[in-house]
């Protein structure tokens, strides 16, 4: 082998070690980034989760509010939204006999 052919040579191993190294690292920041992603995605759940009990307890109070208020339009919808829900606890009633 010539000199110029094992300078050659040993630049490819220094390349080759340095490739390994930033394969290495990309695989650990890798693993890093689906950690994360696991995370995140299981925080948007339960964020998600809170919303929905909020949004929730927001049209109950809304709900009890309507009642209060003197606009007849809200209070007529409160007592439609009222008689449906009695209507639906009726038909589980019904299907609980059955």
Do not use: P, W
Request: with cysteine.
């Amino acid at each position: 082998m010539t000199e110029n052919d094992e300078k050659l040579l040993a630049d490819f191993e220094i390349r080759m070690k340095q490739l390994m190294y930033l394969c290495d690292t990309l695989k650990d920041e890798n693993i890093q980034l689906r950690k994360e992603l696991v995370h995140r995605t299981s925080e948007i759940e339960s964020l998600t989760t809170e919303v929905s009990q909020l949004k929730t307890k927001y049209d109950n109070l809304k709900f009890v509010k309507s009642f209060s208020s003197g606009n007849q339009e809200e209070v007529e919808q409160a007592k439609k939204r009222l008689s449906r829900l009695v209507q639906d606890v009726d038909k589980c009633i019904a299907m609980l006999k059955i």
